[in-house]
């Protein structure tokens, strides 16, 4: 969802910088804001009892994240970390909803912008639950290509295979055996082990 910068700063919203692995919001805090990047990458996960993190998205320049738990005053189910140096603007939650009670158009795709995550949710959690590693990686390679560059042929996948295993929740070690699989098969490409779809 993008709402103009300027808008949302005229609104009350503030600009804030947060370095390379800096915590926007932790896991269990109350959501009070919504967050729009202007220029960075983060991502939100969880972990579980092993420490383990499973990371539910990632969002870049012009993304807003964490927004739900906002709407519904609730708790923020996963964390939210800067993965390179980002430009966030964050507005509280009283002010973000003066915002859109006066603009429709921006109400609107706030609706869309929710319907379409919880679809590609739907779609994530349905591959999550098919046990074969090289399915939940293709799942995962189509819908970041879906999103990117859907007309490409084939695609640089800007992801390391660590990254990859956390989007996936499998092991590092079971995304290089399968990605190694799926090489030989014609799925995917490996040039100086940079990863292609």
Do not use: W
């Not at 969802?1 to 390379?20: D, F, N, R, W």
């Not at 805090?29 to 969880?46: E, H, L, N, P």
């Not at 140096?85 to 609107?108: C, G, H, R, V």
């Amino acid at each position: 969802m993008l709402i103009p910068h300027e808008q949302l700063l005229k609104a009350g919203g503030i600009q804030k910088v947060y370095e390379k692995d800096e915590y926007i919001f932790h896991e269990g805090d109350t959501a009070r804001y919504f967050y729009q990047i202007i220029t960075g990458r983060v991502k939100m996960g969880s972990a579980n009892d092993d420490g383990k993190i499973f990371v539910q998205g990632e969002f870049t320049d012009n993304d807003c994240f964490g927004e739900p738990p906002m709407l519904i005053n609730e708790k923020y189910p996963a964390s939210a970390m800067a993965i390179t140096k980002s430009y966030i603007i964050k507005i509280s939650a009283t002010a973000f909803l003066q915002l859109l009670e006066k603009n429709e158009d921006l109400k609107m795709a706030l609706i869309y912008c929710l319907a379409r995550r919880v679809y590609n949710k739907s779609v994530t959690s349905k591959e999550i639950i098919n046990h074969r590693p090289e399915h939940r990686i293709l799942a995962f390679l189509m819908d970041y290509k879906k999103d990117k560059s859907p007309g490409e042929m084939r695609i640089l996948i800007p992801y390391t295979r660590q990254e990859i295993a956390d989007f996936t929740g499998l092991r590092v070690e079971t995304v290089i055996r399968a990605l190694t699989l799926m090489h030989q098969q014609g799925k995917v490409e490996i040039i100086k082990r940079k990863l292609y779809f």
